[in-house]
C-alpha cells in the first residue's frame, strides 16, 4: 500500500531525491526556487529608465532570478517618500539620488548615466522672452529638487539671474509645468526629455534657451539607483543579483544602442519617434559597466554626488549632509564585474 504525501518536499525526500539529483536530471533552476519578487520605482526618461528596458529585453533580470516590478513615478521627491514610507524596495533615479541618500535615506550603489543634456530651458518668444535677461521678474515652473531644477538653477546664477530674487520658481509635477507653458500660462518651463517634443510639437514660437551640456562637467547631474537601508543590509546576495544583471543589461544598451532603442522604443516608449528616441539617448553619457567602476574607484562619482547635495544644501533643503562616501556603494559592481 502507497502512503500519499501531500506534501512535494516531504515525498522527493522519501525518496532520497534532493535538489542535487533534480538538477542532475537537467530539470531547470526555475523549478527548484522561487523568483525574489522586488519592488522599484522609476523616472520615465532614458537616462534613468534605459537600462530598466534594456534588462527587461534581454532577459537580464528573469536571468538573476527576480522578479522585477517596476512602478512609474513623475518626481523624484514622490518616489523617495513611498521608498521611505515601505512601498518600494529600491529605484531608479536621477539627481534625487544624490538627496535623501545624503540624509541616511537610502544607499546608492548603481549609477545609470550622466544627465549631460537631457535637461532643457524653453522660453515663449510670443511672450517676448527671447533671452535670459527676459526672464527676470517671470515664472518658470519645473519639479523642485529634479534634475531640472538642479539645471535650472545652475544656468540662471550663470547668467547673472539670482534663482531666489529675479525669478519666480514655481515647485510643480513635470507633466503640470509642461501643460502650463504649451497653455500660455508661464513663458518659460525647465524641463527634462522626452517632455521637449511636446514643447515643440505644440508651441510653434518656443525655443530651447539652453540645456545642461552647456555646465558640463562642472555641473554634472548624475543619477541611478538607489536601496532602502533596510533593504540594502538584509539582502546582500540580492543586491549582487540586482547590480550583474543591471551590468549585463547596461552593457547591451552601450554596444548595441541601435538595436536596444528600438526594442525599447516599441514597448515602452510607442509616442517618441525613433529618431528622438536616439537623441534623447545621446543626451546623457553612458559607459561600459568596467568604465564605471573606474569611475567608481577613482572619486570621479563621488565628486559628481557631492555637487549635486551641496546643490541641496545652498537650496535649504538638506542640513549637515553625509558626504557621498558614506552613502555610495563603490564596491558592489566590481564585486559582481570585476574591474
Known amino acids: ?37 522586488l519592488r522599484v520605482g522609476y523616472i520615465h526618461t532614458i537616462a534613468v529608465d534605459g537600462q530598466i528596458w534594456a534588462g ?6 528573469k536571468k538573476e532570478g527576480l522578479d522585477m516590478e517596476f512602478i512609474k513615478f513623475d518626481s523624484g521627491l514622490a518616489i523617495f517618500q513611498a521608498m521611505v514610507g515601505g512601498s518600494l524596495d529600491m529605484l531608479a533615479v536621477g539627481a534625487y539620488a544624490a538627496n535623501f541618500p545624503a540624509n541616511g535615506q537610502g544607499k546608492v550603489f548603481l549609477i545609470n548615466s550622466i544627465e549631460y543634456a537631457t535637461a532643457q530651458l524653453w522660453v515663449r518668444t510670443d511672450q517676448g522672452v527671447n533671452s ?7 515664472k518658470i515652473p519645473t519639479a523642485v529638487g529634479s534634475t531640472a531644477d538642479v539645471f535650472l538653477r545652475t544656468a540662471l546664477k550663470a547668467n547673472g539671474i539670482d534663482p531666489s530674487k529675479d525669478v519666480e520658481i514655481i515647485n510643480q509635477r513635470m ?14 518651463v525647465a524641463l527634462w526629455v522626452p517632455f521637449n517634443l511636446a514643447v515643440a510639437k505644440s508651441v510653434p514660437t518656443a525655443k530651447m534657451l539652453v540645456d545642461a551640456s552647456a555646465y558640463y562637467p ?36 552601450v554596444s548595441k544602442p541601435d538595436e536596444a532603442l528600438a526594442a525599447i522604443q516599441r514597448k ?3 509616442e517618441v519617434p ?7 539617448y545621446k543626451a546623457s553619457k553612458v559607459f561600459p559597466s568596467k568604465e564605471w567602476i573606474k569611475y567608481y574607484q577613482d572619486g570621479t562619482v563621488v565628486k559628481w554626488l557631492n555637487q549635486v547635495t551641496n546643490f541641496y544644501v545652498e537650496l535649504g533643503a538638506i542640513q549637515k549632509p553625509l558626504p557621498a562616501e558614506k552613502y555610495f556603494d563603490s564596491k558592489l559592481l566590481a564585486g559582481v564585474v570585476g574591474g
Open 175 to 188: 507633466p503640470d509645468a509642461v501643460s502650463a507653458f504649451i497653455a500660455g500660462a508661464v513663458p518659460a
Open 1 to 37: 500500500m502507497t502512503k500519499y504525501f501531500g506534501n512535494r518536499r516531504a515525498l522527493l525526500k522519501t525518496l532520497g531525491v534532493g535538489a542535487t539529483a533534480l538538477a542532475a536530471a537537467g530539470l531547470p533552476g526555475a523549478l527548484l526556487a522561487q523568483p525574489t519578487k
Open 132 to 138: 535670459f535677461r527676459d526672464l527676470k521678474g517671470k
Open 56 to 61: 527587461e529585453h534581454i532577459g537580464s533580470w
Open 268 to 270: 515602452h516608449y510607442p
Open 218 to 253: 562642472k555641473s554634472a547631474i548624475i543619477g541611478g539607483w538607489v536601496a532602502s537601508n533596510d533593504y540594502y543590509a538584509k539582502h546582500p546576495d540580492v543586491m549582487k543579483k540586482v547590480a550583474r544583471a543591471w551590468a549585463a543589461a547596461n552593457d547591451y544598451l
Open 274 to 280: 525613433l529618431d528622438s528616441m536616439k537623441a534623447m
